[in-house]
């Protein structure tokens, strides 16, 4: 048996598409409706829930396997866990973007850089030995400069549209997200065989759509 924590919604969608062509059961889970958690019959058990939440379950070893966005990774304070598959689903980057006048302004006090992701907004401008004051925004982060709140935002850009209805401009794209599957250490010691098994299967089925 293996347990699997999956991030609700789009993640969740494109896993049964990619374990249906990889030939599970998807049955047991289309049909779950509102319940969380569910068995099929290649006996592995899922659970559905917030992407923070599906790290800690596999921090926790409650779960063997995790499904969740690489943003998601890279702003958790955990990092113990094998990465072993890139879905290629849910591509898109972390970038630093403001208002075009940003490039060419000078700051006579610390840039101000609203983000939903404090950690990897810090962990940037350490990497480029600024020294910033970062504001915590919980979604709709455009708005930092939009109400004069921030200088410049960290946020996640798929298409762009967003930035360029607001008027904003991506001044440096910063690293590539998309969905990955996570692994516990322990599981991975004692259900190796397994675990390698669903990453084979995955790897032959290919790119999802
Ligand atoms: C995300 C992200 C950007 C937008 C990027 O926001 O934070 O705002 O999508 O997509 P685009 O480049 O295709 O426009 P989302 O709408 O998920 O909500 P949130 O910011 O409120 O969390
Ligand atoms: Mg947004």
Redesign the pocket.
């Known amino acids: 048996m293996l347990k699997i924590a999956v991030t609700k919604g789009r993640i969740q969608e494109q896993l049964i598409l990619l374990l249906q062509k990889s030939g599970y059961d998807t049955q047991p889970i289309i049909n779950m409706g509102r319940s969380l958690e569910v068995t099929t019959t290649d006996d592995l058990q899922f659970i559905f829930g917030k992407a923070n939440d599906v790290v800690t379950f596999l921090e926790h070893g409650v779960v063997d396997i995790g499904f969740v966005g690489k943003d998601t990774l890279q702003e958790s304070d955990f990092d113990d866990y094998y990465e072993l598959f890139d879905l290629q689903v849910g591509q898109?980057y972390f970038a630093l973007a403001a208002y075009p006048d940003f490039k060419n302004k000078t700051f006579h006090r610390r840039k101000r850089i609203a983000s939903?992701y404090p950690k990897v907004a810090k962990a940037y401008f350490s990497n480029q030995k600024e020294d910033v004051e970062i504001i915590k925004l919980?979604?709709?982060?455009?708005l930092g400069p939009v109400v004069g709140l921030s200088d410049a935002i960290i946020?996640?850009?798929?298409?762009?549209?967003?930035?360029a209805?607001n008027g904003l401009e991506i001044i440096e794209k910063i690293s590539d997200i998309s969905t990955r599957m996570i692994v516990n250490k322990a599981s991975f010691r004692f259900k190796q065989q397994n675990i390698l098994q669903m990453v084979t299967k995955f790897e032959k089925a290919g790119k999802i759509k």
């Open positions: 898109c939903k919980e979604g709709s982060v455009e946020d996640i850009v798929e298409t762009g549209n967003t930035l209805a």
